[in-house]
């Protein structure tokens, strides 16, 4: 990608972001009445601050970045020498582009996909599932538990649905492959589930931006798409395509199937009532009992 393209797609991506921003908020504002309201114990991840959010997606970024390319790093898919290499840039199209023009970019867009596919899509259609379920499904003497399994069940059904459309829009993006696409569905539920827990698009936007710029700083291709020449280290193509990805990038290994599976499960771990939850609850309740006796003996 040149240079000049790398701009002309900033300003879409901008544009995009003030439009779906709004949109965004609109249907964060009718999660937080028909869904956060309606659960008597709001879950862990809904009561983190911003900043908290920011810094699991980002570490979750890292992590399942850096767990997807141990495979073709070990087994020498980028080595010249590797079985059915290609160079990522044989006709040396891509630009040598600054590290904070490249931020610049990658902001916009993670946190772009994510205002349309996970703040305005998913919020509407799961806000919707839940409340006709609690609304025509729930049992008379259902409690806090139904609650919580009913909030998971409408998640998973829309987070279906929504990272169906992620993938299928990224079909057309060159060399993909079907690899390539059941992978990128897996992004999406691994985005869509963080997306649920913290009943926010912080925590999403943060490990997308972290993920897609990690690898254009390698000089890898981001869904098939070669941004720039690299900032950090010298790899210029790929073999082993099962493994490395080949010229779609890591998106297209079996290295990202495995990270995407491992971090998804961990976010459904989580939401799970009587996970993490549990213990919190139990400490929260152990902090107003404290200041309770305070007061009284106080008195």
């Given at each position: 990608?040149?240079?000049?393209?790398?701009?002309?797609?900033?300003?879409?991506?901008?544009?995009?972001?003030?439009?779906?921003?709004?949109?965004?908020?609109?249907?964060?504002?009718?999660?937080?009445?028909?869904?956060?309201?309606?659960?008597?114990?709001?879950p862990?991840?809904?009561?983190?601050?911003?900043?908290?959010?920011?810094?699991?997606?980002?570490?979750?970024g890292?992590?399942a970045?850096?767990?997807?390319?141990?495979?073709?790093?070990?087994?020498g898919?980028?080595?010249?020498?590797?079985?059915?290499?290609?160079?990522?840039?044989?006709?040396?199209k891509?630009?040598n582009?600054?590290?904070?023009?490249?931020?610049?970019?990658?902001?916009?867009?993670?946190?772009?996909?994510?205002?349309?596919?996970?703040?305005?899509?998913?919020?509407?259609?799961?806000?919707?599932?839940?409340?006709?379920?609690?609304?025509?499904?729930?049992?008379a003497?259902?409690?806090?538990?139904?609650?919580?399994?009913?909030?998971i069940?409408?998640?998973?059904?829309?987070?279906l649905?929504?990272?169906?459309?992620?993938?299928?829009?990224?079909?057309?993006?060159?060399?993909?492959?079907?690899?390539?696409?059941?992978?990128?569905g897996?992004?999406?539920?691994?985005?869509?589930?963080?997306?649920?827990?913290?009943?926010?698009?912080?925590?999403?936007?943060?490990?997308?931006i972290?993920?897609?710029?990690?690898?254009?700083?390698?000089?890898?291709?981001?869904?098939?798409?070669?941004?720039?020449?690299?900032?950090?280290?010298?790899?210029?193509?790929?073999?082993?395509?099962?493994?490395?990805?080949?010229p779609?990038?890591?998106?297209?290994?079996?290295?990202?199937?495995?990270?995407?599976?491992?971090v998804?499960?961990?976010?459904?771990?989580?939401?799970?009532?009587g996970?993490?939850?549990?213990?919190?609850?139990?400490?929260?309740?152990?902090?107003?009992n404290?200041?309770?006796?305070?007061?009284?003996?106080?008195d």
């Amino acid at each position: 990608m040149s240079a000049a393209e790398l701009d002309s797609r900033l300003v879409g991506y901008i544009i995009v972001c003030g439009f779906a921003g709004l949109l965004t908020l609109l249907a964060w504002q009718l999660m937080q009445r028909f869904v956060v309201a309606r659960l008597e114990q709001v879950p862990t991840g809904m009561r983190q601050n911003i900043l908290a959010k920011l810094l699991l997606g980002t570490l979750l970024g890292i992590f399942a970045l850096w767990l997807a390319l141990q495979p073709a790093l070990w087994s020498g898919a980028f080595r010249p020498d590797a079985s059915g290499f290609v160079l990522f840039d044989p006709h040396g199209k891509a630009d040598n582009v600054p590290f904070l023009n490249l931020l610049r970019f990658f902001l916009f867009q993670g946190l772009a996909e994510e205002l349309v596919y996970r703040g305005f899509a998913m919020s509407m259609l799961v806000t919707g599932v839940f409340a006709a379920a609690m609304r025509y499904m729930r049992p008379a003497d259902a409690g806090e538990l139904w609650a919580r399994t009913c909030w998971i069940g409408s998640g998973l059904v829309v987070n279906l649905l929504v990272s169906a459309t992620f993938a299928i829009w990224h079909s057309g993006n060159p060399e993909v492959d079907t690899l390539a696409i059941v992978n990128i569905g897996l992004a999406g539920m691994v985005l869509g589930q963080l997306f649920l827990n913290q009943a926010s698009v912080g925590g999403a936007a943060a490990l997308h931006i972290v993920w897609n710029l990690g690898q254009a700083v390698m000089g890898l291709p981001v869904s098939g798409i070669l941004v720039c020449q690299p900032l950090l280290g010298g790899i210029n193509g790929a073999g082993l395509k099962l493994i490395s990805g080949g010229p779609f990038g890591p998106e297209g290994s079996l290295g990202t199937s495995a990270a995407l599976l491992m971090v998804f499960a961990y976010l459904l771990w989580t939401a799970m009532p009587g996970s993490r939850d549990a213990g919190m609850q139990d400490e929260d309740a152990e902090q107003v009992n404290l200041a309770t006796t305070g007061a009284s003996d106080a008195d």
